[in-house]
C-alpha cells in the first residue's frame, strides 16, 4: 500500500506531559514515512508547555480549559485531514516497524466490518479466541485477528482510548463522536452502548504482541476496583504455588472470572 500525502494523521492527546508528548510523536517519525500529518489536541496546558511542542506538531488545537477526553478526542478529530486516524494519547509510544502501520491501513481499506486496528491490549486476542475471527489481507502475507463487538465476552471491552487506527470519520461524525462533559467513565459506557450495538469488530495485527509501550500509571482508576484487587491476589496466589495462570488450558476459567468480574481482564493484561 503507497502511502500518499495525507493518508494519515497522527493524533496526540496532551494534557500537561509534554515529554511524554514528545517522546509518543517522535516513536513515529524515527519510521520516515511520508503522507503523514501530526496533530496534537491539547486539554488546557500551560503556554511554556505549547511553546516546547509546537517543533514537534503540523498544528496544535487548542483548549483554554481542562474539558476532558471527549472534548479532546472530538477536536483532534475535526481537525484532522487524512484518510485514517492513529489515535494515541502522549504517554503511550509506538514500537513497532513502519509496515505494521502500512498493514493496519490496507486490512481497513479491505474490511469495512473492521473498525479499528488496536495496538494494545493484543492478549484479547487468547483470552477470547472462541470470537476471534482471521482474516488475510489481499496481496501481502498480513493476518488481522477481529473480535465482534456483540460477543458477550468483548462488548464491555469494544472502547479503546489506547492506539488505534481507523478511518478518519468523515461525513459520519455524528456517529463517531465522542460524549463530552463527562468523566472518562462515562465517555467508555457511551461509547460501547452505541458502537457495541453493530456489527463491526475490533482487530489486532498479532496476537499476544503489543505494538506500543504504555509510559504511563496503566489503568490507574480500574485498578482501583475490588474485582481488580481480588484478581490480582488471586493471581499471585497461583504463581506462588507454581500456577501458570496464562496457560491456554486455564482459558475457559480466564473467560468465565471475566464474564463476572470485569476489571480481572486487566490483571491478565498486566
Known amino acids: 500500500m503507497k502511502l500518499q500525502a495525507p493518508t494519515l494523521s497522527i493524533l496526540i492527546i ?4 509534554t515529554t511524554l508528548a514528545i517522546n509518543a510523536v517522535n516513536s513515529i517519525r524515527r519510521l520516515g514515512l511520508h503522507g503523514i500529518e501530526y496533530i496534537l489536541a491539547d486539554d488546557g496546558s500551560p503556554q511554556l508547555d505549547l511553546e516546547r511542542l509546537r517543533p514537534h506538531f503540523d498544528s496544535i488545537i487548542i483548549s483554554c480549559q481542562n474539558k476532558g477526553l471527549g472534548h479532546n478526542m472530538n477536536q483532534a478529530i ?65 493476518v488481522i485477528h477481529a473480535i465482534n463487538h456483540k460477543h458477550p465476552l468483548f462488548s464491555g471491552n469494544a472502547y479503546s482510548d489506547m492506539p488505534h487506527v481507523r478511518r478518519n470519520p468523515c461525513n459520519q461524525l455524528n456517529e463517531w463522536m465522542y460524549s463530552e462533559d463527562h468523566r472518562m467513565e462515562s465517555v467508555e459506557k457511551d461509547y460501547i452502548d452505541r458502537f457495541s450495538e453493530g456489527s463491526q469488530r475490533v482487530a489486532f495485527l498479532y496476537p499476544s504482541k503489543d505494538l506500543v509501550v504504555h509510559r504511563g500509571e496503566i489503568a490507574s482508576h480500574r485498578t482501583e ?30 473467560k468465565a472470572i471475566i464474564m463476572f468480574l470485569p476489571h480481572a481482564r486487566i490483571t491478565y493484561r498486566d
Open 14 to 17: 496532551h494534557h500537561k506531559r
Open 78 to 142: 475535526l481537525a484532522s485531514r487524512g484518510k485514517f486516524l492513529l489515535v494515541m494519547q502522549e504517554d503511550t509510544e509506538y514500537t513497532g516497524n513502519k509496515h505494521d502501520l502500512i498493514n493496519a491501513m490496507a486490512a481497513l481499506d479491505e474490511y469495512d466490518g473492521i473498525e479499528m486496528i488496536r495496538f494494545y491490549d493484543s492478549k484479547i486476542v487468547e483470552l477470547y479466541n472462541g470470537a476471534v475471527t482471521v482474516f488475510r489481507v489481499a496481496n501481502t502475507q498480513t
Open 225 to 254: 476496583q475490588w474485582d481488580y484487587k481480588l484478581t490480582r491476589q488471586l493471581v499471585r496466589l497461583c504463581k506462588a504455588i507454581g500456577i501458570d495462570t496464562r496457560h491456554p488450558l486455564l482459558a475457559p476459567i480466564r
